[in-house]
């Protein structure tokens, strides 16, 4: 179920009733008054929101000389008396509070209540309104909880009454900072509302008195206070809201949790994403230690010390070409071995860089046949490196990896893999195969974020290779040497990213490595293939071409489209397939999830079926 506004907690003077928030401002100045202390205006009302007690304490404490407990107490008491003897005359309802109620209850929206008046002071008032037609569902006031705004507990005890497991799921509306303080420490969305608000502080009259300049600029200085606070909206009137709340919904909808079967970008944990809320530097020496140990930790998943990992900004394919551009010498022959949209890639990069090379073009539902590579390797003796795609994400099928970098190795070659997405999920012994280098990003295996990507090479192949790249951004040795002698990325850094790349890099580790991630997604991928084959629905590769990172189905009868959009309203997204000859759709089976996820989605399917 998506999820959706349950309800919308409103504070009470200056939000609903009391149209300017009148009724304190008096009383803390007479309070104030009985120490012989003038107070302006601005001053009584700059904490307004908080528990009255706390109000007054946070008055105090603006004041050039400090005052006593005692005296505090004593402006508290003379506070509450102009109060209670006003309160009865601030009882008045705001514009469109009325209306605005009745609407949100017929869409079944609770309405629910904070303030920071005392349960006593709520008292007169619940009743004066209530005569006016207004009656929230729920109120409770600042000295029922252990601590009035901006602790958020007030709006907790909301959505206790109210049954509300998520906070995302609640609007808070009012008219003070302390108010949209108190609902972004809830979680909860924050509405700022401006006219008759105890931040522009004005009655009807004195609005009404207003050039329209003088309003306007009156309401664009309370508009940047609300803004500061980190409002998520701000209105001028309760007629607003409804809209308000209409958008709310639809980024709901739109940013609901849905299982991606997609290589990348993937479903990734909650804490991955939660990693890119820091604000970071790039030059300082907490943030260059976390771009080398994850430098370090890439390096160690497939090789030694002998190699190194240069990250890159962007995604897979910059550090594919990266790597072909800058650990090539320039007239080096490079031999492509293509079985799939990604070979065919770096046949591009190799064209537009204007290379010395060469392909072997296999069909696109095989695995590459080393015996044709080996004929190639004899007759053209000119090749120097060797470049193949190690799983081929275009159908999902695996090439020999093992042998094909044995064999080249055998001819003396170097070898480059694009080994995006395989990478953390196969084995790939770099140095025990004695491979020159391979690329792949955080957004695949490693179930991070979009907008990294990396080389891991030979240091030695890096350290040689100086004024190879015919570009500047994409030169490896230029990034690495920037590496090595300050620590930091040579051009701005996607702090975030590499934020959540540590993080994914420490789930990884926790979840077992390796080994842990490849069982679950071999079971992932054989639920799939078991539960998709009882509906007869096929692969189109054969199982020893297949990996267990993504796989092509035909789509038989099925159209991609309605598949689509169906299976997104149970929450899974799918990939069209790429194939030119049939068509069929993918099933990535990679990133946070589980069997559980798999035959859910068997149901799914079988259902649009
Ligand atoms: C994802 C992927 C890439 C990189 O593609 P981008 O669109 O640049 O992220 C390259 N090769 C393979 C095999 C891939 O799966």
Redesign the pocket.
């Known amino acids: 179920m998506p999820k959706k506004i349950q309800a919308v907690i409103f504070d009470w003077a200056g939000t609903t009733i009391d149209y300017g928030c009148f009724a304190p401002v008096k009383g803390f100045i007479d309070g104030f008054k009985s120490l012989g202390i003038d107070i302006t205006n601005e001053m009584a009302r700059k904490p307004m929101g908080l528990l009255k007690l706390d109000h007054t304490r946070a008055i105090a404490a603006m004041l050039p000389e400090p005052i006593s407990e005692e005296q505090i107490l004593q402006a508290y008491g003379v506070f509450e008396k102009t109060l209670f003897a006003n309160i009865e005359q601030h009882c008045d309802m705001k514009d469109h509070v009325v209306e605005t109620v009745a609407a949100l209850r017929e869409r079944g929206i609770k309405v629910g209540s904070t303030t920071g008046y005392t349960a006593e002071m709520m008292r007169g008032i619940l009743q004066k309104v209530a005569d006016q037609g207004y009656s929230p569902d729920f109120w409770i006031s600042a000295d029922q909880t252990a601590k009035g705004r901006p602790y958020p507990y007030m709006i907790w005890n909301n959505l206790m009454q109210f049954g509300i497991l998520d906070a995302r799921e609640a609007v808070k509306v009012g008219d003070t900072i302390s108010d949209i303080a108190e609902g972004k420490n809830a979680n909860c969305w924050t509405v700022g509302i401006i006219m008759g608000s105890s931040e522009l502080g004005l009655t009807r009259d004195e609005v009404n008195a207003l050039s329209r300049q003088e309003l306007n600029d009156r309401k664009e200085a309370v508009r940047a206070a609300y803004y500061k606070a980190g409002a998520d909206y701000i209105i001028d009137d309760m007629d607003e809201l409804l809209d308000v709340i209409d958008d709310i919904n639809r980024k709901l909808d739109q940013n609901a949790d849905r299982i991606l079967l997609t290589?990348?970008p993937l479903t990734t944990r909650h804490c991955v994403k939660h990693a890119m809320l820091t604000d970071h530097c790039t030059w300082d020496d907490a943030y260059k230690a976390i771009t080398s140990s994850v430098m370090d930790d890439i390096t160690h998943i497939s090789a030694d010390d002998n190699y190194t990992t240069v990250l890159l900004q962007?995604?897979?394919?910059?550090?594919?070409e990266a790597m072909i551009n800058s650990l090539c010498a320039k007239d080096e022959k490079i031999l492509f071995l293509v079985n799939?949209e990604?070979g065919k890639?770096m046949l591009t990069i190799a064209e537009k860089s204007r290379r010395n090379y060469d392909s072997l073009i296999f069909d696109e539902t095989k695995s590459i046949d080393p015996n044709v590579v080996e004929e190639k390797l004899q007759k053209d003796t000119d090749i120097a490196v060797v470049v193949f795609?190690?799983?081929?994400?275009?159908t999902g099928l695996i090439n020999p990896l093992e042998e094909l970098t044995k064999l080249s190795k055998s001819y003396g070659k170097k070898v480059f893999v694009?080994?995006?997405?395989?990478f953390a999920a196969y084995e790939i012994d770099m140095p025990g195969l004695d491979m020159d280098a391979l690329?792949a990003?955080s957004?695949?295996c490693l179930e991070g974020l979009?907008g990294l990507?990396f080389v891991v090479a030979k240091k030695t192949l890096i350290e040689e290779s100086a004024g190879h790249c015919p570009s500047h951004s994409l030169d490896l040795f230029d990034q690495y040497q920037c590496f090595c002698t300050d620590g930091k990325f040579r051009f701005t850094s996607p702090t975030n990213v590499l934020l959540a790349l540590r993080q994914a890099i420490d789930e990884y580790k926790k979840e077992g490595g390796l080994p842990a991630r490849r069982k679950r997604y071999m079971e992932n991928q054989q639920i799939l293939l078991q539960g998709l084959a009882k509906l007869g629905i096929r692969p189109i590769i054969a199982p020893e071409d297949q990996s267990y990172i993504i796989t092509t189905y035909e789509l038989g009868e099925l159209n991609f489209s309605t598949l689509y959009e169906t299976l997104k309203e149970d929450g899974f997204v799918i990939y069209p397939g790429k194939l030119t000859s049939m068509p069929t759709f993918r099933l990535g089976n990679i990133g946070d999830v589980y069997s559980e996820d798999m035959t859910e989605l068997v149901a799914a399917i079988e259902k649009c079926i």
């Open positions: 290589p990348g962007g995604s897979g394919s910059y550090a594919v799939g990604y890639r795609v190690h799983c081929e994400t275009t694009d080994a995006m997405s395989s690329a990003s957004n695949k979009p990507a």
